[in-house]
């Protein structure tokens, strides 16, 4: 079977690697491969930041009339926008999710683009009064060449959650797409050029972590870092960007709680739980892993869930009928399943899944069961760790503040959940959250325009919002005496 190829995406020109490696892709849901890509190596990323370098000292970006900026980048998000559903199928077919989520991410990153496209114009200084006869105000000017180095489980939207801001600023791009699933972002780079950015502007090497990541957080001329992914690997890359002191953003792991009292409506949180566990099989870093029930809802609130997750349609994301897809990889199933097996050793009791789906159909794929535990030890990996697959942990309490302690025990503090009728009480137990983002009533959700940022060691710097475009300039005082 013949797979399209594809080339490093470099000062506008698709490119082979300058080793001529290539890496194989394949369908999550079947093993099959449907993609052969570039592997890029140090020198390749050495000509993409070049090229970003050039095009960005070459003032046809930066200095270009931002409303003349943010025009292109509304343009690039109507191609996507017009490039919808082809979009959509290559997301799902890569990564493995529905089709209906991934054409939800596509939708996310077309309204990123045209909301930081309203932008551009938008970013602005200010005058400070100080004593005597003198002008004092502020400038804020791009940093210059961005790197950005994105995941796998949403791989367009993730990668353009920090591109989109970045380019708004002025600052010129290059971006690491994850090994696994970087073709939404090879399409990219080709919209860009259609959409009229100037060559070097936007630029994509694929290749491995060692090669390419590594390669690209330390190299000299890389003037800030953006990191989506696991805890540990962001640490790794704060110790390599620290000896040049540059910028740097880390959205990192979670191990998300849900709270459900007692007086919540119970269908409405059973959809908002089982979305916020099982979407993308659980490969997200604010999946909502771990349910905390109030005794009194816990009986009926968890049978629901079961008899939920037991029925729940497994298959290829294509299929417009599938509830839930396959994992990224064989590796990963592999990772997955061992913490599950901990899990099952830990005294916990094991409600629903907990292995591989018998269908002959779906035996060749990456495909685990969406597994419920209940009263695992909170010393438990599986109750503390981020398994970052279709596995949920549930609890119940009749305490409010034993939830809120529960919640709030991990090293992590990405996002939250609450589910109540009674939005006082819920205000106040948002306040009581280690996260950075807490929804009421809804999980997960959030929308370009509000922040999305971690505590503790889920990460580092805010993305989304005005704040994103403002980590991504220089502010400059100048002062001027006026005697």
Same mark, same amino acid.
């Given at each position: !079977?013949?797979? *399209? ?26 093993? &099959? ?25 070459? /003032? ?29 199928? +290559? ?5 493995? /999710?529905?089709?209906? =989520? *991934? ?5 996310? @990153? ?19 009064? %100080? ?9 804020? =000017? ?61 630029? %994509? ?14 190299? $000299?001329? @890389? ?45 409405? *949180?059973?959809?908002? @739980? ?15 892993? /771990? ?10 609130? +968890? ?5 939920? !997750? ?9 299929? =417009?009928? %599938? ?12 990772? %997955?399943?061992?913490?599950? #097996? =901990?899990?099952? *050793? ?16 779906? &035996?060749?794929?990456?495909? @685990? +069961? $969406?597994?419920?535990? #209940? ?10 760790? #981020? ?17 809120? #302690? ?18 006082? /009480? ?10 950075? !983002? ?9 929308? $370009? ?35």
């Amino acid at each position: !079977m013949e797979v *399209a190829e594809h080339g490093l995406q470099i000062a506008g020109r698709s490119v082979p690697a300058s080793s001529g490696a290539t890496i194989d892709l394949h369908d999550p849901a079947t093993n &099959r491969p449907i993609a052969r890509v570039a592997s890029g190596t140090r020198e390749d990323v050495s000509a993409a930041v070049e090229a970003a370098r050039t095009a960005f000292d070459s /003032k046809g970006w930066r200095g270009l009339d931002p409303s003349k900026r943010g025009r292109l980048l509304w343009l690039l998000g109507q191609q996507i926008r017009d490039r919808f559903d082809e979009l959509a199928r +290559l997301e799902s077919l890569n990564v493995g /999710k529905p089709l209906r =989520e *991934a054409r939800g991410d596509i939708a996310y @990153v077309y309204k990123l683009f045209e909301y930081y496209a309203g932008l551009a114009d938008k970013i602005q200084g200010e005058t400070i009064p %100080v004593p005597g006869e003198r002008l004092d105000y502020t400038l804020r =000017e791009p940093l210059g060449v961005t790197a950005h180095i994105a995941p796998w489980n949403y791989p367009l939207l993730l990668a353009s959650r920090g591109i989109a801001p970045a380019l708004a600023a002025g600052n010129t791009v290059v971006l690491k797409p994850a090994t696994l699933t970087p073709l939404t972002s090879i399409r990219l780079a080709g919209l860009a050029v259609a959409a009229g950015f100037p060559s070097g502007v936007l630029n %994509v090497v694929m290749g491995s972590g060692k090669d390419v990541g590594e390669a690209l957080a330390a190299h $000299p001329d @890389v003037d800030s870092v953006t990191f989506t992914g696991s805890t540990e690997t962001g640490k790794q890359l704060l110790r390599t960007v620290a000896d040049r002191v540059v910028p740097t953003t880390l959205e990192l792991g979670g191990k998300n709680p849900q709270i459900v009292l007692a007086d919540a409506r119970r269908d409405r *949180a059973l959809r908002g @739980v089982l979305a916020g566990a099982f979407q993308n099989a659980g490969q997200m870093c604010w999946a909502g892993s /771990k349910v905390l029930v109030h005794e009194d809802l816990a009986p009926t609130f +968890l049978a629901a869930l079961q008899e939920q !997750m037991v029925s729940m349609r497994l298959g290829p994301g294509l299929r =417009e009928d %599938v509830q839930m897809g396959p994992l990224v990889s064989k590796d990963h199933v592999a990772r %997955v399943m061992s913490a599950i #097996e =901990e899990g099952r *050793a830990s005294g916990g009791r094991l409600l629903a899944g907990g292995g591989r789906p018998e269908d002959p159909n779906l &035996r060749d794929g990456n495909f @685990v +069961l $969406p597994t419920l535990f #209940e009263d695992l030890s909170a010393e438990s990996r599986v109750a503390r760790e #981020e398994i970052f697959g279709p596995v949920l942990c549930s609890w119940t309490f009749r305490d409010l503040d034993d939830a809120i #302690e529960r919640a709030n025990d991990t090293p992590y503090g990405l996002a939250a959940g609450i589910w109540t009728q009674d939005i006082s /009480k819920a205000h106040t137990i948002a306040r009581s959250l280690q996260a950075g !983002m807490v929804s009421i009533n809804e999980f997960p959700i959030t929308f $370009p325009q509000t922040p999305f940022l971690g505590w503790k060691q889920s990460g580092l710097g805010q993305e989304q919002g005005m704040d994103a475009v403002l980590f991504y300039t220089h502010a400059k005082n100048v002062l001027v005496n006026l005697e």
